[in-house]
């Protein structure tokens, strides 16, 4: 039988994703970067992450990207319970310099990109419910430190993601250069959406040949869930396509469902060269235009381009 610090421990508020008062004041005060408060979470907390681990992990073990599997093996998470970000540091850093950094919230996109320019990833510290593992309002520790930081301890892709901070500070500094501020906005608009699409089709949920006539699975919005990682690869309704820029850039995506369409990379050398090709375009106006929809760019996205520092 539970004892009555175990049954409070359980019930206490934690972190949990939405609920957590911890956050809340976090942002009251306007504090983005934050410590990760490990005592509060609640035995619920570590339940989350212990089902949703036990649950995933022989899909990565069938789906994943080698990179992501030796990524897993590199960090040595606890099943059991929710990693400290100070000790998945301690592994991580030394691999490939980058480390996770608690967040309190959403991050505007030039903040984000100019982390990871800086091999910092911006990490979400609440877990979803325990008894909803599958409901995911915004983005969690399970998506963020499960499905994205494996990814980080190798190191082409981690010299992709720098890359893709480099595409970020271009952008801004072109917008710097534009003297219309009507053009500005309507131009660095398009550019923003092309870098988000880019990212989402990739980094979030990217597929690469795995060389033997199949694929494997890079992207994190991918890894991260039990359900679209084996769809992703399995299923007749999803499309998937070699990777082609013009098209990726143009292309608009739904959050809240599984991807219809996923594109198909080679080799993260291949990804790395994509983002590169993806500045020279920017640098050459190809990116003003892109094909308007999803995803939309928010003021606090545009503010953080046109604020950005030389
Ligand atoms: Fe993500």
């Known amino acids: 039988m539970a004892t009555l610090r175990e049954e409070i421990d ?3 508020p934690g972190l949990t994703t939405t609920e957590a008062p911890f956050i809340e004041e976090a942002k009251a005060r306007g504090q983005l970067y934050i410590h990760q408060p490990y005592d509060l979470y609640s035995e619920l907390n570590h339940e989350a992450w212990k089902k949703l681990f036990a649950r995933i992990r022989p899909r990565w073990e069938r789906y994943a990207n080698p990179a992501f599997q030796r990524g897993i093996e590199s960090l040595c998470f606890d099943p059991d319970r929710i990693p400290r970000l100070d000790d998945v540091n301690r592994f991580l850093n030394p691999l490939t310099g980058f480390r996770a ?7 505007a996109a030039y903040l984000f990109f100019d982390c990871l320019r800086n ?3 911006p990490t979400t510290i609440t877990i979803r419910r325990a008894d909803k593992l599958d409901y995911l309002p915004e983005p969690d520790l399970f998506h963020d430190i499960a499905g994205h930081v494996p990814m980080h301890t190798d190191k082409a892709f981690a010299d992709t993601l720098v890359q893709f901070g480099e595409c970020a500070r271009t952008a801004a500094a072109i917008a710097r250069e534009e003297k219309d501020p009507a053009d ?7 550019v923003i959406q092309a870098l988000a699409r880019f990212f989402w089709f990739t980094i979030e949920f990217g597929l690469m040949k795995d060389g033997k006539g199949g694929l494997s699975v890079y992207g994190s919005g991918l890894l991260s869930s039990f359900g679209e990682i084996a769809h992703s690869i399995e299923s007749p309704d999803v499309q998937r396509y070699p990777i082609q820029l013009e098209w990726v850039v143009n292309q608009s995506f739904e959050i809240d469902r599984y991807q219809p369409l996923l594109f198909v990379v080679d080799s993260f050398d291949h990804l790395f060269a994509l983002v590169s090709e993806l500045e020279t375009w920017m640098k050459e106006g190809r990116l003003n235009n892109v094909a308007p929809g999803e995803p939309g760019v928010n003021e606090a996205d545009l503010a953080s381009f046109l604020e950005a520092e030389s």
Request: hydrophobic letters at 35%; charged letters at 40%; glycine letters at 4%.
């Open 10 to 12: 359980r019930f206490k």
């Open 101 to 107: 950094k608690a967040v309190s919230g959403y991050v």
């Open 119 to 121: 091999r910092e990833f």
């Open 184 to 190: 500005r906005v309507r131009r660095l608009s398009s």
